[in-house]
C-alpha cells in the first residue's frame, strides 16, 4: 500500500457529462501529480500542485482541471467526456525532492 | 512529443534467465531516471533509480546501466522470477526525483516458470 488513496476505483460515465476524481497523498507530502495511462498513450503527467498551487502542467486538456484543497487532498475535474478520455487516472504524492508514490488509480470508462 | 523511447514492447523470459529492457532519451537536461513495476490493477512503484553521475546502480537482482554520451540506460533483472512478471517502465525527470516524470511506453515482462 502505497498510502496514497484515490476514490472511486471505477467510474463508469456517459459521453457529455463531467466527472470528479478524489487523491487523499501520503501523510506528509505536500505534493500532488496526475497522470493519465491510456493504450495509445502511456503514461502521460497531467499537472502537479504544491500546498495547494499549481506548480506545473503538462498536456492536460482545457475540459479538465485540478485542485488542491487546504487538506492537501486534491480533485481532478474532467468535463464534456468524450470516448477518448476513457482510461485509467493515476495521482502520485510526494515530498519535495522526494520519491513519488502512485496510488490504485481510478478507471474511467465513457460509454 | 516522446522524450523517452522504450524497448521492447513486450518480453518473454524463462525463469532464471536475464530479463533487459532499454531506454533512450532525448532532452539532456533529465538527471533522474527512475524505473517503475506495475502490476496489474496497481499503480507503478518505484523499483530502482539512478543519476547521470553513475554509471551503474545495483539493488539486488535489479541492475540499471547509464550510458550518459549515448542518452541511453537500461534495467537488467538477474535470476528473473515468475513475480517479476509485470509491466515496467523507464522514466527521466529534471531537478528532483519529486517532479513531473516523462515515462517511456512500457515493457510487458513475462516470466515463464
Known amino acids: 500500500d502505497s498510502g496514497v488513496t484515490q476514490t472511486p476505483k471505477h467510474l463508469i460515465t456517459a459521453t457529455g457529462q463531467r466527472v470528479t476524481l478524489r487523491c487523499s497523498p501520503r501523510?506528509?507530502?505536500?505534493?500532488v501529480y496526475w497522470y493519465q495511462q491510456s493504450l495509445d498513450q502511456g503514461l502521460q503527467f497531467l499537472i502537479q500542485?504544491?500546498?495547494?498551487?499549481?506548480?506545473a502542467k503538462g498536456n492536460i486538456l482545457e475540459r479538465f482541471s485540478a485542485q488542491q484543497f487546504p487538506d492537501l487532498h486534491s480533485e481532478l475535474n474532467l468535463s464534456s467526456l468524450e470516448l477518448g478520455d476513457s482510461a485509467l487516472y493515476f495521482c502520485?504524492?510526494?515530498?519535495?525532492?522526494?520519491?513519488?508514490?502512485f496510488g490504485q488509480g481510478t478507471r474511467l470508462t465513457v460509454v | 512529443q516522446q522524450q523517452v523511447k522504450q524497448s521492447p514492447q513486450s518480453l518473454i523470459v524463462q525463469k532464471g534467465g536475464i530479463s533487459i529492457i532499454n531506454c533512450a532519451y532525448e532532452?539532456?537536461?533529465?538527471?533522474?531516471f527512475p524505473w517503475y513495476q506495475q502490476f496489474p490493477g496497481k499503480g507503478p512503484a518505484l523499483l530502482i533509480a539512478?543519476?547521470?553521475?553513475?554509471s551503474e546502480k545495483k539493488e539486488g537482482r535489479f541492475t540499471i546501466s547509464f550510458n550518459k554520451s549515448a542518452k541511453q540506460f537500461s534495467l537488467h533483472i538477474m535470476d528473473s522470477q515468475p513475480g517479476d512478471s509485470a509491466t515496467y517502465f523507464c522514466?527521466?525527470?529534471?531537478?528532483?526525483?519529486?517532479?513531473?516524470?516523462?515515462f517511456g511506453e512500457g515493457t510487458q515482462l513475462t516470466v515463464n516458470p
Open positions: 502520485a504524492s510526494s515530498t519535495l525532492g522526494g520519491e513519488a508514490f
Open positions: 522514466a527521466a525527470s529534471i531537478g528532483t526525483s519529486g517532479s513531473r516524470l516523462t
Open positions: 501523510s506528509g507530502d505536500l505534493s
Open positions: 539512478i543519476r547521470p553521475d553513475v
Open positions: 532532452n539532456t537536461a533529465f538527471d533522474y
Open positions: 500542485y504544491y500546498n495547494g498551487e499549481e506548480r
